[in-house]
């Protein structure tokens, strides 16, 4: 079973960065592609980006707009999602994922104009 626990949400002015981390234990097979959804209120969640603990390949949401980066630290086990020049449409939980299947308990931002 994979777990995984996300953290770094919070509030920041429009503009602002943050930068979120989700920390993964358990099987590394089940957690090959980890990556980021969101989730705003009323709305489905929806794919922010994700990458391969092994290669580094990463893919994002045309939304992103070289705004966010993925990362990874392999030695902490640690995802990590660089948020920059961010907009009051990026309010919503944010949610880890792991191998599609592993999800962590979200962490909130919210983006004030």
């Known amino acids: 079973q994979v777990q995984l626990v996300e953290s770094g949400g919070g509030l920041v002015q429009a503009g602002g960065s943050l930068r979120l981390s989700c920390v993964a234990s358990?099987?590394?097979?089940?957690?090959?592609?980890t990556g980021w959804f969101r989730q705003a209120p009323g709305k489905r969640r929806e794919f922010v980006a994700i990458?391969?603990?092994?290669?580094?390949?990463?893919k994002y949401a045309d939304f992103v707009e070289g705004r966010f980066t993925i990362s990874r630290d392999v030695a902490k086990n640690t995802v990590y999602l660089q948020m920059n020049t961010l907009k009051p449409e990026d309010t919503a939980m944010y949610y880890c994922?792991?191998?599609?299947?592993?999800w962590g308990q979200g962490t909130q931002v919210t983006v004030s104009s």
């Open positions: 358990g099987p590394s097979f089940g957690r090959s592609d």
């Open positions: 990458i391969n603990w092994r290669s580094g390949k990463i």
């Open positions: 994922n792991a191998g599609g299947n592993f």
